[in-house]
């Protein structure tokens, strides 16, 4: 555990990104090529993804964490994909949920759609159009589908990733950037350090003895904000996390 400490110690040092991405991906999928391609594509976009290849670690997975989206294969090795959507509505989990499917039955597109699934994408598909319907069913579940979020003097461009407040650009690294989503994302609701954490590192958040690097990023974000007069939004909750709190 220490030398985990140690090891993310350095690399926040070196300022090397290796881990943090901006939106977090679980890609529920058998085929281990056929997973390890999209991977692959999403990886370059600056997601981070995870993997289940078989029924009971997508449900593990499922109920450990929260991702921003979820490719979710039907056909799985020891259970079927429709029951993993039904665990997440079960479990009241407001994760995006793409079908990935070779079958391309229209009565298995509109089971998976009415059961809780935000879209179904039959295979074969182009990366493209796969990073385009992720981009959407993220807008839609935290951004009410706009690509350009106001609260107040603050705008952010989601496509271009720029920040400004009162027209003045903000320069944010990608972690200070990833954060900044993730509270507005959760506003009115108090995060806790492990669930920052695992935000930004995924499950090799469980690795780290110390939570010290997310208070450096909320830090140097705080300051950012507060040094154009707009640091009041987020709030440090003693003891628990931090809040993005607006009326």
């Known amino acids: 555990m220490a030398l ?13 990104n290796v881990y943090l991405k901006t939106m977090k991906i679980l890609v529920i999928e058998d ?3 056929f997973a390890t391609d999209i991977v692959n594509y999403l990886t370059s976009g600056n997601y981070l993804c995870e993997v289940a290849y078989d029924f009971n670690s997508a449900l593990e997975k499922i109920s450990l964490y929260m991702y921003d989206c979820i490719l979710l294969d039907l056909m799985l090795p020891g259970g079927d994909g429709f029951q993993i959507l039904k665990e997440l ?3 009241n989990k407001q994760d995006g949920v793409i079908i990935i499917s070779a079958k391309n039955a229209l009565e298995d597109r509109i089971k998976g759609l009415n059961i809780g699934a935000d879209d179904y994408l039959a295979k ?14 993220i807008r839609r579940k935290q951004f009410d589908s706009s690509n350009l979020i ?11 990733k720029a920040v400004t407040i009162n027209s003045t650009p903000i320069i944010l690294t990608r972690k200070e950037y990833q ?20 935000h930004l590192s995924g499950d090799v958040a469980d690795m780290f003895d110390s939570f010290d690097f997310v208070y450096a990023h909320v830090k140097n974000l705080k300051k ?9 939004y987020l709030k440090t909750i003693y003891g628990t996390g931090y809040k993005w709190e607006t009326p």
């Open 124 to 137: 074969p598909f182009h990366h493209s159009e796969l990073a385009a319907r992720i981009h959407s069913v």
């Open 150 to 160: 106001v609260i107040n003097e603050l705008k952010i461009d989601l496509l271009s």
């Open 89 to 91: 509505r079960k479990q």
């Open 179 to 198: 954060l900044l989503l993730f509270f507005i994302g959760n506003k009115n609701r108090v995060l806790p350090k492990s669930a920052l954490a695992e």
């Open 31 to 33: 085929e281990k090529e």
């Open 224 to 232: 950012k904000l507060n040094e154009q007069n707009y640091g009041g």
């Open 4 to 16: 985990f400490s140690v090891l993310w110690q350095i690399l926040y040092v070196l300022n090397i």
